[in-house]
């Protein structure tokens, strides 16, 4: 059985070739410095938001409460929940919705990734 202990569950949300958005399972390395300047944290979902749409930018959304699905544009499904971070990626093309699926509110810290600074993502093996 593989040590998970030196890396934290995460999801990649990433663009097709098609306009279209899907993702992949893997990891991020625990203690890793990564490439930010700043963050916020929100619990207030915004209408933009309960529709389809792409990432403003690059940037890691960490759960703190809620349980949530998403719904990336080639129809496929997945859920976050505290201890998986999400990756989003999907700047461009249609994008991904999402629904609260356990709790009232979805609490998260948004992290931008810096440029086109490593995001320290590691696919799951298929």
């Known amino acids: 059985m593989e040590d998970t202990s030196e890396f934290i569950s995460a999801i990649r949300l990433m663009n097709n070739t098609d306009g279209t958005s899907t993702f992949e399972r893997g990891k991020i390395p625990a203690l890793q410095r990564m490439n930010t300047t700043t963050f916020w944290i929100s619990n207030k979902t915004e209408d933009w938001e309960k529709v389809t749409h792409p990432a403003p930018r690059r940037q890691y959304v960490v759960t703190i409460k809620g349980k949530i699905k998403f719904k990336v544009s080639n129809g496929e499904t997945f ?20 629904e609260i699926t356990e709790g009232e509110k979805w609490e998260r810290l948004y992290i931008p990734i810096d440029g086109s600074a490593e995001s320290f993502f590691i696919p799951d093996l298929q």
């Open 79 to 98: 859920l976050i929940e505290p201890g998986i971070i999400l990756l989003a990626e999907d700047v461009e093309g249609k994008g991904h919705s999402w």
